[in-house]
């Protein structure tokens, strides 16, 4: 067709004005019942059944491969940076490569990238307020080996295949250390980001966020853990050391030859799909693994990783995992959950105790599948401390005190049939002008509208926010004439979204509202929806953080 399916979307956008492109919300293009042969076709393409064979998880043996830890990043020296003249700082060089790996015992080397040549990659650590400086270096091949879609923006075919910019998931770092989208480099170049690591302790995490590609790179296996620790949680005697483990979640799909498999559309020149789901879930990389571990406390902090799929946790034995962080840190007290859910991108500290349960085995789930099995060995090393009662206090924002509520839709684009074309936010393409523009250190309210039949999990580079509430609304009232009608009473947070997060879930049909003070530098920043398929194809905008208004 003479048209990609972008820029026939995109000129529907031109022809209607840019003021109604602006308030997109639900769209459904509707094809005429004549269509003339020369017009651009209008209808998605499938999901096309996979040409290769792919792996039955059932059919694998469980628990027959230990549990990877990730190595610990380590400094290779130190080095000067503008931002901090006349200082040293610790150098971390990441390079990025192509390798093979087992994904199971019975399985064929799976080819993937990883950032230090693993998946997932080192593990980084920081400490608050302690700057350091990372070399992410891309070494990786010119070519992909998973589909892109070069109908998607910023993935043209006049780009490289292969681009890499690396996120640091959570972190409060300068839009020059944030891994914009567009800075991306090629194989054979590299990039020095500072983090600053002035803020709380926390889980974070690192993965690409290149334009166009970043679903397909973060399934590709670059991706790692970063955690920032302070003296104040180090203070409650949490469990550390050999104890305290990332476990990083994410699913795929494997051919029977070990391939990684991306699902695709029909039409080989379009092949975005709108979601990826796979049958095999990964812990650390590795399937139905096992750890062994001692009579006591463990902690451990879950990451999904996965493209869309979201997670919901147990442990067979029925006792409840003791929740004490979210995505930024500490909540204000342990809280005791029999099921974890996360979403793509939200992580949860959870300290699981083993006390009593020498001999025994006991499965992470979810749902009703088992994950990774624990083996209980005493090794002599006891642990008879309890969790405090409280572990930080987290004020709340008064919302008095906001100087802006922004309403921000969370739609789509649909084909006649009502399959998603792309995704979108507020209306906007990537390259519209910036709407979202609050000043430094200034509060703002952010109601996401979601006029989808998705969860999105929305992501805010830069800043921490809190969850205020979440409320239905009318979409038939909505959809008709833009009007915001509530149809029941505010939904406060859950406790375990009362502490800091950088990552919300914004149901279908609610308005879900986030509050946030906007420090750190000014400059440019992104928030998107981290189901890697739409952050992939426009549900992304950039924002821009103004400077602070001179004081008097």
């Excluded at 230090?116 to 920081?126: C, E, I, K, R, W």
């Excluded at 789930?365 to 005493?378: G, I, P, Y």
């Excluded at 009232?477 to 009473?489: F, S, V």
Aim: charge should be neutral; proline fraction near 9%; glycine fraction near 8%.
């Amino acid at each position: 067709m003479s048209l990609s399916r972008r820029r026939f979307l995109r000129g529907l956008a031109d022809m209607a004005g840019a003021a109604a492109a602006a308030d997109l919300g639900l769209l459904a293009w509707a094809a005429p019942a004549s269509a003339d042969a020369g017009m651009p076709r209008m209808a998605m393409p499938q999901l096309a059944a996979p040409k290769v064979a792919l792996v039955n998880p059932v059919t694998l043996a469980r628990f027959v491969d230990p549990l990877p830890i990730p190595p610990l990043a380590r400094a290779l020296g130190q080095r000067e940076h503008p931002a901090y003249p006349g200082r040293q700082l610790p150098l971390y060089r990441m390079e990025m490569h192509a390798f093979s790996a087992r994904l199971h015992r019975d399985l064929p080397p799976t080819p993937l990238w990883g950032y230090g040549g693993t998946f997932p990659g080192p593990t980084l650590v920081a400490t608050r307020n302690e700057p350091i400086l990372v070399e992410w270096v891309n070494a990786l091949p010119e070519r992909h080996f998973l589909p892109i879609d070069h109908t998607i923006h910023g993935a043209e075919r006049s780009k490289p295949d292969v681009r890499t910019v690396a996120h640091v998931h959570g972190a409060r770092a300068p839009a020059g250390s944030d891994g914009y989208p567009e800075d991306w480099f090629a194989p054979g170049h590299s990039a020095v980001y500072h983090y600053p690591n002035a803020q709380d302790a926390a889980t974070l995490w690192y993965h690409d966020h290149a334009m166009g590609i970043t679903r397909l790179n973060i399934y590709a296996g670059l991706l790692g853990a970063f955690m920032v620790r302070d003296a104040e949680e180090q203070a409650l005697g949490l469990p550390s050391g050999d104890c305290d483990l990332p476990l990083i979640l994410c699913d795929r799909l494997i051919a029977k030859d070990g391939q990684l498999y991306y699902p695709v559309s029909d039409d080989p020149a379009a092949p975005w799909v709108s979601e990826c789901n796979g049958n095999a879930i990964l812990c650390n990389g590795k399937l139905y693994p096992f750890l062994d571990v001692e009579p006591r406390r463990y902690r451990l902090r879950l990451i999904n990783a996965a493209n869309t799929r979201f997670f919901n946790l147990s442990l067979s034995s029925g006792q409840p995992f003791q929740q004490i962080a979210s995505d930024q840190g500490l909540l204000p007290a342990p809280l005791p959950r029999e099921r974890i859910e996360l979403y793509p991108a939200e992580r949860a500290d959870v300290v699981i105790d083993f006390s009593g349960l020498d001999g025994k085995a006991l499965q992470l789930r979810h749902q009703s599948e088992a994950l990774l099995e624990f083996r209980v060995r005493d090794r002599g090393r006891g642990d008879a401390a309890a969790l405090p009662a409280t572990l930080r206090k987290v004020d709340r924002i008064d919302a008095s005190v906001a100087v802006r509520d922004r309403l921000l839709t969370l739609g789509e684009q649909d084909d006649a049939g009502g399959r998603p074309m792309m995704m979108m936010l507020g209306g906007r393409h990537w390259s519209a002008p910036i709407t979202e523009d609050p000043r430094q250190d200034s509060v703002e309210i952010w109601s996401l509208l979601n006029v989808t039949g998705d969860v999105h999990p929305i992501h805010l580079h830069l800043v921490r926010f809190q969850v205020v509430d979440r409320r239905p609304f009318d979409l038939f009232a909505w959809n008709a004439n833009k009007t915001l009608k509530y149809t029941g009473p505010a939904q406060l947070p859950s406790p375990h979204e009362m502490g800091w997060k950088d990552t919300v879930r914004a149901d279908p049909g609610m308005v879900t509202r986030i509050i946030m003070r906007f420090e750190g530098e000014p400059g440019r920043y992104v928030w998107h929806c981290h189901l890697l398929e739409h952050e992939d194809n426009e549900m992304m905008r950039p924002f821009q953080l103004l400077p602070a208004h001179a004081k008097a």
